[in-house]
C-alpha cells in the first residue's frame, strides 16, 4: 500500500485531528481517491514527519488523525545555496525540482543581462509562488521534511553583493580547479550557475571581483539546467552524501 507524503503548513500535534488544506484535500480526494482509514504521512518543515490516517474525505474537505510525531532527517550535511540564472519554459521548474531532490538547502532566482524572462513585480510574485509549489512537491516524493528556503528574485549583481561565509563557487569549462581540488567550510557552498546563453564580459568580470572561484566539472559546455543538476551532484557526492 503506497503511503502518500502531504504538506502541511501548519502546526501539527499527535493524537489531534486536522484539516488538509484545499490543494492537498483536493489531490487526496480527487487524484488519488483514497477512502477514510488510508494511512498518510504528513511535514511542515520543521525537522520531523507525522503519521497518522485518514477520517473524513468528501470533495469540500479532507480530516486526518494523526498519530505521532517521528524524529527522520533526510537532509545532506552539506549546505548548498543556489543562485540560478532564471530561464524561460519549464527549464527553471525543473532545476528547482532536481535541485530539492538533491538536497539543496537554499534557491535564488537570479535576473541576469540575458535573461530571457521579463516579468512584473505581480508576476514575479506568481512565479515565485508557483515555485513553491513545485519545492513542496519535490519534498513529499523525495522524503525531506524540511524545505528548501525560496528567496525571491533578485539581480545577480545584489546577489554576489551578499555577505556570506559559504565558498562562492561558478562552473567555467577551462577554470584551473576541479571539483575534488575545493577546500569546503562548514557553512557550505554558494553555487552561481548563468542563465541560457551564460554571462556577459561585465556580469563574468563581477563574479571574480565577488570572489566566485570557477571550478570545472569537464571540457564540455552544459546547458544551464544541466550545469546546475550536475554541479550539485558532483559536491553531493564528493563531500556531501550521495
Known sequence: MRIPRIYHPDL???????????????????VLRLKPGHPVVLFNGDGNEYSGQ?????????????????????ESSLSIHLGQGVSK????????????????TEITPLITARCAVKLSQ????????????????????????CLPVLHSPVSLNQWMGESTQQLRLTLHPR??????????????V????????????????????SGFQSVRLGPRVMRTETAAIATISALQAVYGDL
Not at 501539527?12 to 480527487?30: F, G, Y
Not at 485518514?54 to 533526510?74: G, I, N
Request: charged share 30%; glycine share 8%; hydrophobic share 40%.
Open 12 to 30: 501539527i500535534i499527535a493524537e489531534q485531528r486536522l484539516s488538509l488544506t484545499p490543494d492537498a484535500a483536493h489531490h487526496v480526494a480527487t
Open 54 to 74: 485518514l477520517s473524513e474525505v468528501s470533495k469540500r474537505a479532507v480530516d486526518v488523525e494523526v498519530d505521532a510525531k517521528l524524529s527522520l532527517s533526510v
Open 89 to 104: 519554459g519549464d527549464r527553471m521548474e525543473w532545476v528547482i525540482q532536481k535541485a530539492v531532490e538533491l538536497g539543496v
Open 122 to 145: 505581480e508576476r514575479w510574485q506568481k512565479k515565485t509562488q508557483q515555485w513553491q509549489k513545485i519545492i513542496i512537491g519535490a519534498c513529499e516524493q523525495s522524503g525531506r521534511n
Open 175 to 188: 577554470a584551473d580547479k576541479r571539483m575534488t581540488d575545493l577546500a569546503i567550510p562548514p557553512q557550505g
Open 190 to 209: 554558494r553555487l552561481l550557475i548563468g542563465p541560457e546563453g551564460g554571462f556577459d564580459d561585465n556580469e563574468v568580470y563581477a563574479t571574480e571581483e
